[in-house]
């Protein structure tokens, strides 16, 4: 599963099933867990039909009816201050609690 078809295509994986998702989204769309069981199944089903190799093939989903996303998701030069401070503050509480479960499972 991945979202940089370029990149992914170009390596010559088996099997890719491709998302038009931001990079980072490649299992489906945060915290929707219908998009993220349909990219699961879409990639199962992949690996059960494909018949040849570097076959891949594309989810249906979309991130968004509007094509610009593809420009303005997560583009700094559209962030406010306090938008990127926020984003800054989620990104380092999950490395946190990354940190802590990486930890606790090596005890």
Same mark, same amino acid.
């Given at each position: 599963?991945?979202?940089?078809?370029d990149?992914?295509?170009?390596?010559g994986?088996?099997?890719?099933?491709?998302?038009?998702f931001?990079?980072?989204?490649?299992?489906?769309?945060?915290?929707?867990?219908d998009?993220?069981m349909?990219?699961?199944?879409?990639?199962?089903? /992949?690996?059960?039909?494909?018949?040849?190799?570097?076959?891949? /093939?594309?989810?249906?989903?979309?991130?968004?009816?509007?094509?610009?996303?593809?420009?303005?998701? /997560?583009?700094?030069?559209?962030?406010?201050?306090?938008?990127?401070?926020?984003?800054?503050?989620?990104?380092?509480?999950?490395?946190?609690?990354?940190?802590? /479960?990486?930890t606790?499972?090596?005890?």
């Open positions: 599963m991945g979202c940089a078809r990149i992914v295509e170009h390596v994986v088996p099997r890719f099933y491709f998302s038009d931001p990079l980072g989204h490649s299992a489906g769309k945060p915290h929707d867990k998009s993220q349909r990219t699961l199944e879409g990639a199962l089903s /992949l690996l059960k039909t494909a018949t040849q190799p570097r076959t891949t /093939l594309q989810s249906s989903q979309v991130w968004s009816e509007e094509a610009s996303w593809k420009e303005d998701f /997560l583009n700094i030069a559209h962030l406010s201050p306090e938008e990127i401070n926020t984003l800054r503050e989620e990104y380092n509480k999950q490395r946190e609690a990354s940190a802590k /479960l990486k606790t499972a090596g005890e």
